[in-house]
């Protein structure tokens, strides 16, 4: 069964970075359109950048410029460099594989940021 396991959350000083990562199993990355949502508290999900299989990434506006998603499809894996965190950024960060009708999530990795 397809699984997407995040890691690289944690606590960081405003202005810092952190990188996420999502490892894929069961599922060939290169057919999915990955991406990041994150969740703050009392907050809806919010989609954060995504990229599609063909290559075509989209960000929101509050965190372009400052965020950078890529893929490793031989690696299965999908990366979140995040640049001049703000506290604004504290959230919990989910996964997600999209190709129509399926849509996978990961379990999220809490990502804090300080002022």
């Known amino acids: 069964q397809v699984q997407l396991v995040e890691s690289g959350g944690g606590l960081v000083q405003a202005g810092g970075s952190l990188r996420l990562s999502c490892a894929a199993s069961?599922?060939?990355?290169?057919?999915?359109?990955m991406g990041w949502y994150r969740q703050a508290p009392g907050k809806q999900r919010e989609l954060v950048a995504d990229?599609?299989?063909?290559?075509?990434?989209k960000y929101a506006d509050s965190v372009k410029g400052r965020f950078t998603i890529s893929r490793d499809n031989a690696k299965n894996t999908v990366y979140l460099q995040m640049n001049s965190l703000k506290p604004e950024d504290t959230a919990v960060y989910y996964c997600?594989?999209?190709?129509?009708?399926?849509?996978?999530w990961g379990q999220g990795t809490q990502v804090t940021v300080s002022s």
């Open positions: 997600s594989a999209k190709v129509i009708p399926s849509s996978y």
């Open positions: 069961g599922m060939i990355l290169s057919h999915y359109t």
């Open positions: 990229a599609t299989s063909g290559g075509y990434t």
